[in-house]
């Protein structure tokens, strides 16, 4: 284009492109993360979760159960500020131990599947806070009987089923030890442990994964917030 014999450079035609909120952005990713989060069970990541240095564990948190004196209880919730699980055999009783924990390779205080007066006790469910776990995991010891472990998702939908099998005879006196644990396609909202006998054993350094409680299909919660003059964008954590 020339103006009065002065070549200028070739007109630049302004392009309008229609703003896009970050709004908007963080709204489809929290669609994209709750459309994962409904991927069918079995599909992917399910699987069983055989020791305490598994990549899936870190950074989870974990009771020890160290700051519970020993007692029988009929319920009880273990929390790490607001997350956590509860604990409640189908009868009778369970208990927080601080006797046997260290001789099986642990320590402190422990759950022991020992009712008050009633023998071993070791049929419980373990329900998480929140919107569940991602994945969890616990030292199991002195286990002679085998035990199923069924885990399920918020609508108590079966996830996965585990059998874990007695570790005597292979394992003798304070070498019974093993590891636990499973992850699934969906939150774990709670796991059944359902045993074949009746038999005391002792869980301890019990990890999980919270799931962040960002809601899906109208439960969730994304703030944005106008700051000065463009928008910052908050995905914020619902904790309680
Ligand atoms: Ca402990
Ligand atoms: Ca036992």
Do not use: K
């Not at 007695?166 to 992850?183: E, I, K, M, N, V």
Request: aromatic letters at 10%; glycine letters at 10%; charged letters at 15%.
């Amino acid at each position: 284009m020339l103006f009065a014999g002065v070549e200028l450079w070739p007109e630049v035609i302004p392009i309008s492109i229609p703003p896009v909120s970050i709004a908007a952005v963080v709204r489809a990713r929290v669609t994209a993360a709750c459309a994962l989060l409904a991927i069918a069970p079995g599909t992917a990541f399910a699987r069983l979760i055989g020791s305490s240095s598994d990549p899936a564990l870190v950074g989870a948190l974990v009771e020890t159960f160290d700051s519970y004196a020993p007692a029988y209880f009929n319920s009880q919730s273990f929390l790490i500020g607001t997350d956590g699980f509860t604990v409640t055999p189908l009868a009778d009783e369970l208990h927080v131990d601080n006797t046997y924990c260290a001789s099986f390779g642990t320590g402190g205080s422990c759950l022991d599947t020992l009712s008050n007066g009633s023998g071993a006790n070791d049929d419980f469910d373990v329900v998480f806070t929140g919107a569940g776990v991602s994945v969890f995991g616990f030292d199991l010891t002195a286990l002679d009987t085998d035990w199923t472990i069924e885990t399920y998702d918020t609508n108590d939908n079966l996830l996965g089923s585990y059998l874990i099998v007695s570790q005597s005879p292979g394992l003798t006196d304070f070498d019974r030890r093993g590891y636990f644990g499973a992850t699934e396609a969906l939150p774990i909202q709670y796991f059944t442990a359902r045993s074949g006998g009746t038999d005391r054993a002792l869980i301890d350094n019990f990890a999980y994964t919270p799931v962040p409680r960002a809601e899906c299909g109208g439960a969730g919660r994304t703030r944005l917030d106008r700051a000065g003059d463009g928008w910052s964008a908050v995905l914020t954590r619902d904790l309680h």
